[in-house]
């Protein structure tokens, strides 16, 4: 029972470009949402966040976009760098801290 | 701030041997979870604790899989015995408390069962 899905396990962008990543989620009572960024041999790190309320939250070169209707949300960086080639999890957030993560999407960023 | 600590990094074992992770939150976290995330895969919680209470196990194959954080500080996750289908990178993470919407993961320890 996947609640949290990323139908893209691979993207490949070139340098200066617009990366999207996608993320769609099955449950309407997640009120919270994430991404996390993961390099080989670590631990995800947080990116970026949005709570439900909104519908698009901007950090620099990262912006995330949540489309509540459509259950789906997208992250976008731009321009994109070689260093964002990592694997990105989108999650979800239920009330009392339930977290529920997507399968991964991996991002090379081409120079 | 040191981040969060977790040891072993890697480990190789047979199956029906038995291993043990160990975990050190951020100092001051409240919080701690064990997730496993098997290759390809994104990572599945198996228990939550806050302090030293048991917030949520719900995942965790309890005729194998157990876990404790005795003190409220550092944590062990252990598995006993191992199949091969336990094969999966365990990564610890915390929260300065439960309901705070971010979570700071260790590098996680990479199991081998063969």
């Known amino acids: 029972d996947q609640q949290v899905k990323q139908n893209s396990p691979s993207l490949s962008v070139q340098e200066g470009r617009i990366s999207i990543l996608n993320c769609d989620y099955t449950?309407?009572?997640?009120?919270?949402f994430l991404w996390y960024k993961k390099y080989p041999a670590e631990g995800p790190t947080f990116l970026i966040s949005?709570?439900?309320?909104?519908d698009k939250n901007e950090d620099g070169r990262f912006t995330v976009f949540l489309n509540k209707s459509a259950k789906h949300l997208s992250l976008h960086i731009v321009p994109s760098q070689p260093g964002d080639s990592a694997v990105y999890f989108c999650?979800?957030?239920?009330?009392?801290?339930?977290?529920?993560f997507g399968t991964g999407t991996s991002l090379t960023v081409i120079p | 701030e040191a981040g969060v600590a977790q040891s072993p990094r890697y480990k190789i074992i047979e199956k029906r041997q038995s291993v043990a992770f160990w975990c050190n939150p951020i100092?001051?976290?409240?919080?701690l979870y064990w997730y496993q995330q098997i290759l390809g895969q994104g990572p599945k919680l198996l228990i939550q604790f806050q302090n030293n209470g048991v917030v949520d196990d719900s995942q965790l194959p309890k005729d194998r899989f157990s876990a404790e954080r005795l003190k409220g500080v550092d944590s062990t996750l252990k598995i006993q015995p191992a199949k091969l289908e336990d094969s999966a990178v365990y990564l610890c993470?915390?929260?300065?408390?439960?309901?705070?919407?971010?979570?700071?993961f260790g590098p996680g320890t990479r199991l081998t069962v063969l």
């Open positions: 449950n309407s009572m997640f009120d919270y």
């Open positions: 993470a915390s929260s300065p408390q439960v309901g705070y919407n971010e979570q700071f």
């Open positions: 100092s001051g976290h409240a919080t």
């Open positions: 949005i709570s439900s309320i909104k």
């Open positions: 999650a979800a957030i239920l009330t009392g801290n339930q977290f529920y």
